[in-house]
């Protein structure tokens, strides 16, 4: 990955791009902007105000007192409180009720959202920055123990993927076959871990953890279906916060805080299981570890794992045992949503959840509350934030297929490099038109070119302001799609992939979409219309 500096320095100077967009490229179903309260002044010179209310999703696994998990409740078996105040609900959904169809079969992300939008799926990461060697070989021993035990097709489309303080492989992509997944595995050789006996490198292990995390969640936002994620590995390094300054454990909090609140937005439960079995090491992980926290350090990863709603699994030598513990958990939950009773905006108070139900000896596990979060920061293209960059350069450099932006990439005949790049209606949001200025999206688009070593050879970035016509109404729903022409820099010979990433500023969702640069074009069935799009 590049350097902040770098990065720095090539957003700083990011260019503003206008597109006057066309009604001819429009396409149904973009989400207006997210309003606390709207006034419109109607003919008759009256005001009517709209008012869009949050809504707080649940999803929850219900078990007996051995552990089972039971199924057959209904919606009247349960009760939600929100800062002890008691909510109704509004929609309810039975356990397993969003399965993939038997019929279907997923072999990718695009395939998912394409097939099964609603069905949940299993992200299984190797954590090989936080844990020794030894304990990651037990733990792809493990891993492959238990796939070996499952059908040839899984019923839970399923993603592979390895981490390391160099590193953020995807091993294979949502996938039902169990076959690719063992062989993804097998080739993957992972390098020593000599950080992990560094206290100099705790810094970057905590936060590699926290951008794993919301990496992951910023990649699989488009999917709404839940996502079911097992962490296989120590996760935080070991760091008594008693020996620095207080601000440093209030900066770990807040990072702690917005990392629950993203994986919540991305609709994540965490699963966290330590590979190091019965006894610990305390040379190796440190004395914190063997006798407060199992997953290093003086903040427990495994909080985490609570606060979304999963579980921590640590202490036993049978981790293939506990994986299919989570991935079951994944495949049974309950989903029930409800309209907060508080209107209250305070940002900085917990609104802690408890679900119950009628049937005496059950538990109920999800997610122990949120805090309210704010939109994302505008950008500043002159001093652009640390996480901007972060989250751009870590889609950028990625080979993870982000689609929280719908959006696709074609190339435009007879030049190379000239590319028509498709945001989907769904993905945009549209401001309100002011007395100087119509109605505009704005996104970032970053494009990045790759030679055949996966070597990064060019990256260019462009801030692009989408102004809508005249016509449409100033304030309201807006659907429509954006078409942008984009030309390539002069290509370099050794390029044989370039990757397009957007992100759409009112949201801070992002999107990708690669092209392989050595398949031959196709000939477009219809040109895009001049006025939809814009060349560099």
Not at 210 to 238: C, D, E, S, Y
Not at 361 to 376: A, C, H, I, K, S
């Amino acid at each position: 990955m590049r350097s902040v500096s770098i990065a720095v320095l090539l957003l700083a100077a990011l260019p503003t791009l206008s597109i006057a967009q066309s009604p001819a490229v429009q396409t149904p179903s973009a989400q207006a902007p997210e309003k606390t309260s709207q006034a419109v002044r109607g003919e008759d010179g009256t005001y009517t105000i709209t008012r869009n209310a949050r809504i707080v999703i649940l999803d929850m696994v219900v078990t007996d007192a051995k552990g089972n998990v039971v199924t057959d409740l209904k919606r009247d078996d349960f009760h939600v409180t929100e800062s002890n105040e008691p909510q109704t609900i509004l929609n309810f959904d039975s356990a397993g009720a969003h399965s993939l169809p038997v019929q279907a079969t997923v072999d990718s992300t695009a395939k998912l959202d394409q097939l099964a939008p609603q069905a949940p799926v299993n992200i299984v990461l190797l954590d090989e920055f936080n844990t020794r060697f030894e304990d990651m070989a037990f733990a792809r021993y493990s891993l492959k123990k238990f796939l070996e035990r499952q059908p040839g097709k899984l019923s839970t489309p399923t993603m592979l993927i390895a981490v390391s303080l160099q590193n953020f492989t995807v091993l294979h992509d949502y996938t039902q076959d169990k076959g690719e997944l063992i062989s993804a595995l097998n080739h993957h050789f992972a390098a020593y871990p000599w950080q992990v006996h560094q206290y100099s490198w705790l810094a970057e292990r905590y936060a590699t953890a926290f951008l794993t995390l919301r990496r992951v969640a910023q990649a699989t936002i488009g999917h709404p279906g839940h996502k079911n994620m097992i962490w296989i590995g120590r996760g935080f390094p070991n760091l008594n916060m008693a020996n620095y300054p207080l601000d440093t454990a209030q900066r770990v909090d807040n990072a702690v805080q917005e990392c629950v609140n993203t994986l919540r937005d991305a609709r994540i439960t965490l699963y966290t299981i330590d590979p190091a079995g019965l006894k610990i090491d305390q040379q190796a992980y440190g004395d914190d570890a063997a006798t407060t926290d199992p997953f290093g350090g003086n903040y427990q990863f495994a909080k985490l794992a609570t606060a979304t709603g999963g579980r921590a699994l640590y202490g036993r030598n049978d981790v293939d045992m506990q994986i299919g513990t989570a991935i079951r958990d994944g495949s049974s939950f309950y989903t029930l949503t409800y309209r907060p009773t508080n209107e209250s905006t305070d940002v900085g108070k917990f609104r802690r959840i408890k679900v119950t139900v009628d049937r005496p000896g059950l538990r109920v596990t999800t997610r122990e509350g949120y805090y309210l979060q704010l939109g994302p920061d505008q950008l500043n293209p002159v001093n652009p934030s640390k996480r901007l960059i972060a989250d751009l350069l870590s889609a950028d450099a990625s080979s993870m297929v982000y689609d929280g932006v719908p959006m696709s990439v074609e190339r435009i005949p007879p030049s190379p490099d000239r590319f028509n790049i498709h945001l989907d209606a769904k993905g945009l949001v549209w401001s309100y038109a002011t007395a100087t200025e119509p109605r505009t999206s704005e996104v970032i688009l970053v494009t990045s070119t790759f030679d055949k070593k996966n070597k990064e050879l060019k990256r260019d970035a462009k801030r692009i302001r989408v102004q809508a016509s005249l016509a449409v109404p100033p304030t309201g729903k807006l659907e429509r799609a954006v078409d942008i022409h984009y030309q390539l820099p002069p290509l370099d010979p050794k390029a044989v992939r370039v990757r397009f990433v957007v992100r759409v500023a009112a949201t801070g969702r992002i999107g990708t979409a690669d092209v392989d640069l050595t398949k031959p074009m196709a000939v477009p069935t219809a040109q895009a219309s001049p006025s939809g799009g814009a060349s560099r």
